[in-house]
Nanobody, 126 residues
Framework: QVQLVESGGGLVQAGGSLRLSCTAS????????MGWFRQAPGKEREFVAA????????YYGDSVKGRFTISRDNAKNTLYLQMNSLKPEDTAVYYC???????????????????WGQGTQVTVSS
């Protein structure tokens, strides 16, 4: 089992930045792909970004390309999401997740991910 805890969410003005963290415990996912998803009220869960086990392969959703950066520190069992140039449409609950079936191949479908955190709220005001 893997336990994931997100932190770093909050309220920020448009154009601002936030850095989310996701700390893993239990059977730590150092060798697995990890990702970030988000879900706004009344909308489906949306892929944000994902990263391979060693950080060598990353992939971003079209809506966040060039603004968000995913990274990981396996020594600290922590996944990060640096969010810059935030927009009101980035408002959502952000979740981190683990794909225990992949080390390198990054997938964007939420059903491919096996473990999920409880989420952290990000609110961007206009």
């Amino acid at each position: 089992q893997v336990q994931l805890v997100e932190s770093g969410g909050g309220l920020v003005q448009a154009g601002g930045s936030l850095r989310l963290s996701c700390t893993a415990s239990g059977h730590t996912p150092r060798q697995y792909v990890m990702g970030w998803f988000r879900q706004a009220p009344g909308k489906e869960r949306e892929f944000v970004a994902a990263i391979s086990w060693n950080g060598g392969n990353t992939y971003y959703g079209d809506s966040v390309k060039g603004r968000f950066t995913i990274s990981r520190d396996n020594a600290k069992n922590t996944l990060y999401l640096q969010m810059n140039s935030l927009k009101p449409e980035d408002t959502a609950v952000y979740y981190c997740a683990v794909d225990r079936n992949n080390w390198v191949r990054v997938l964007t479908a939420s059903h491919e991910y096996d473990y999920w955190g409880q989420g952290t709220q990000v609110t961007v005001s206009s």
